[in-house]
């Protein structure tokens, strides 16, 4: 069985800051493990993924997340926030012996970001 | 680019009623699949469907759902008979691959509101 847990249901940064979005995971198997943004009014969005390859993801937009098994954690940052940036991300696993796309999902971060 | 449309994008019905929610994925993705998020809540999956059968589906998908594709295009979900808790946003997606190599592509979602 898979969870994950997003710690903070919000977080504000200023614009020009940096953006951490923490994610913990549990798998009884090695995980695949994904990052979605939803912007207002909109559907969710593939930032990037993890199926076993670089520890170190690269995705759109200037996010990056890093693998950490030793802590089962796959924390979403950007170096420096846009105003555009604010939105809902979802943090997301997937055993990676299954065949299809059944995605455990977090609660979702809202993240906001000032001027 | 491509796309998942989904149609209606806010439905209000009374309990105890059925209600069709469609969507048409992207024309070559081969593999369906319904989420849901009651609000509040986690994204929860429900439904994945790939030549024209259900190949896996979570607890939460009873009797009182199904899902068809009746015409090469659309994928719909139907609620068969509508209680209180089925008010959420469900979201259609859809990918090309099976194994997760490719990107799974969500609609926008049909807001669902039982009365």
């Known amino acids: 069985a898979q969870s994950v847990t997003q710690l903070g249901s919000h977080v504000s940064v200023s614009e020009g800051a940096l953006v951490l979005l923490r994610c913990n995971y549990s798998s009884s198997v090695p995980p695949y493990l994904f990052w979605y943004v939803q912007y207002p009014n909109q559907g969710l969005q593939l930032l990037l993924k993890y199926t076993s390859a670089a520890t170190l993801v690269k995705g759109i937009n200037g996010f990056e997340a890093e693998f950490k098994k030793s802590e089962t954690s796959f924390h979403l940052t950007k170096p420096s926030a846009h105003m555009s940036d604010a939105a809902e991300y979802f943090c997301?696993?997937?055993?990676?012996?299954?065949?299809?796309?059944?995605?455990?999902f977090g609660k979702g971060t809202l993240l906001t970001v000032n001027p | 680019e491509p796309e998942v449309t989904q149609t209606p994008s806010h439905q209000v019905t009374q309990m105890g009623q059925e209600v069709i929610l469609r969507c048409v994925p992207i024309s070559n993705h081969l593999y369906f699949y319904w989420y849901r998020q009651i609000l509040g809540q986690k994204v929860e999956f429900l439904v994945s469907f790939y030549n024209n059968e259900i190949s896996e589906k979570s607890e939460i998908f009873d009797d009182q759902f199904s899902v068809e594709r009746p015409d090469g295009s659309n994928f719909t979900l139907k609620i068969r008979s509508t209680k209180l808790e089925d008010s959420a946003m469900y979201f259609c997606?859809?990918?090309?691959?099976?194994?997760?190599?490719?990107?799974?592509?969500f609609g926008e979602g049909s807001r669902l509101t039982v009365l």
């Open positions: 997301a696993v997937s055993p990676s012996g299954g065949s299809n796309y059944k995605l455990t």
């Open positions: 997606a859809s990918s090309r691959d099976r194994d997760r190599t490719g990107e799974l592509f």
